[in-house]
């Protein structure tokens, strides 16, 4: 008895410093973003406050697509050996391989990205990217993943701030010695951000006593580590392109204050849920225990699934309070059009929050192809709702589009979780 509960209070405590980790990361991270931002916004620089995001809008789909949901396949290929008592079994090799498929995601991602803005012949969005893309070399060796397997989940989180950081010290140098945004200045100021987090990690790991090794090439191995990204990219890619899109939709369609607007609201909206999502991923063990290979052989219940992600869950509900009373107060600090906007855009904080949860129940079984099937067809029907709407109804368009998404997310990756205990 007492060594369960010496055990119980362990694996709490682990959690506990998890969560301040990434929570403390978010906060120095994302608010540094969000000052710079504010101050953009009460200026009326709504043309840089637009541009700023765009960017960065841009560079973090680059990032997440060359992450490819490596993080969450390497931490659940850790719970996977653990849970079967085969403790980092071809760990280091997996590990080894994700890199490899990374680094050719990015070169490949990088060549269609520069050709299509090359010829969209937007230079300055082709000369961000240029001055970005050492950071996608850089971060396709990160060792988030493995951090994040090897339960300090919370390291990763402090250092994943330095890039939102070093955004910001690009954008005040641009507007203190450029007289505006400078896309070269940011792209290397950002950069240097993402080098000095695999820097760091490299040394974290090091420090700890992690060793990478790998005696041989296990290509059947190397295949499933292929297999899994290029489902896990199919699965991410739909959401953060959809995004983007909405974004330049938005930003084309309407005056450059609405797109301002748009986009201030959504930052604040997104890192609320990359908030909620902290929660998610220090939660994210516990359901794979449930429902991956090396699970009891029950069928878990709906409720023990969800329970599982309690924390997220009332999260979200928070969040979405904390942004709509801020919205209130923006109505009469800022402007009511802002203000409205960021009230209206609160409420797709839970709606996200409640696809997410039944999300990493299926990615958390391995099914990541069904996941990428489901969220293609959540975006298509998402995008053809902003396009008839947001010319018609403007920025309520926009909304309906994201709820659209999430909603679509939520029944149908249910369905399959239904379908999968069924099963059993």
Known sequence: MKLALLRFQVRFSYKVANFVGLVSGFVVGQGSIFIVNSYLIFNQDYESAFTFSLYFSIATLLITLCECGSIQILARHGVDSLSQDEKN???????IYICIWRLFYTMLILSLSLMAFSIY???KIANFIAAFSPALIFWSVNSAGLIDSRGASGVSGILNSIPYIAATLGLILCILYFGGLNEIVLGISMAGGYFLVVGLQTVYLLVSGSRISINTINFSIFRSAGLSTISMMAAIAPGQLYQRLL???????LPVEYGAA?????NLVSAASQFVGFARRVSFPNTVRLVG??????????NELFQAQTLPFYLSIALTLFVAVYGLAAISAISAQIGLIIILFSLSIFSESVSSSVTEIVIGRGLFSRVAIVRIAAVIFGSGAAVLLIPTVGITGAFVSDITVHTTV???NFYIVQRWRAQL
């Open 262 to 266: 748009y986009a201030y609201a959504k």
């Open 410 to 412: 939520a029944i149908l």
């Open 89 to 95: 079994i071809h760990f280091d090799e997996y590990f």
């Open 293 to 302: 290979p090396g699970a009891k052989s029950h069928r878990p219940s709906l």
């Open 121 to 123: 012949h937007d230079g």
């Open 247 to 253: 974004l330049l939709i938005v930003g084309g369609m």
